[in-house]
């Protein structure tokens, strides 16, 4: 039975696409947030327990959107992972079918209303060196901050004096998403971190873009 809060009611769910499409479903309560859209990218990815690499979804029932996300932790140059998470989210407005059996609300089809990355710092860390995101794909300087671009900075979840901004969250063209999955090397600064992707998170985000209808895995 899905469990609903006083508030509303949240759907997570994961699954990987070379699985066979078997899926892991996972009911959780909505947070008070979920009425207001701009939040979802705050709170989505931490209330679902997914693993760095792992495609999942999130139904906002109260909005109606469907978030589809997977979460990536980058390298640094010594080879260990930077203190960023970098979350890739692919938005489906409008009320999810549900399965006949299961009474889940299903994956979402077609493409996706609005595509964006966030790059988010660890907890507790407590020098962030600016709020940008960068990437160099083979070579290929892409600024999704730069002046015009569209982006914002993550506040605290709880408002507090001493609370700053501990991310920034940006649109991402799908182009841009075919590149990082394509390129040979793909390379960058989040938060002032320099970071690379692996193989693997490079699948991660092939297999991102199949499940959000950009690409054929």
Known sequence: MIRTALVGMLVCASASLADNGRK????????????????QTLVGWGVTGLKPREV??????????????????PIGPEGKPVRVNLIFHAFFPGRAERDPYSGLPRWPEGRPSRLAVMAQ??????????????????????????????????PCLITTDDCAPDGVEADLDPSVLESMIAARTVQGQALGFPFELTKADQEALADF????GLTRK
């Open 121 to 154: 710092a660890f907890p507790l860390t407590f020098t962030i060196p600016e709020l940008s995101l960068r990437l160099t794909l083979d070579g290929t300087a892409i600024d999704l901050t730069a002046p015009g671009s569209r982006y914002r900075n993550v």
């Open 209 to 212: 873009a199949a499940r959000i």
């Open 24 to 39: 892991d479903e996972r009911l959780a309560p909505g947070p008070s947030a979920v009425v207001v859209p701009m939040r």
């Open 56 to 73: 999942g979804r999130i139904y906002w029932e109260l909005i109606p959107t469907t978030e589809v996300l997977v979460r990536v932790v």
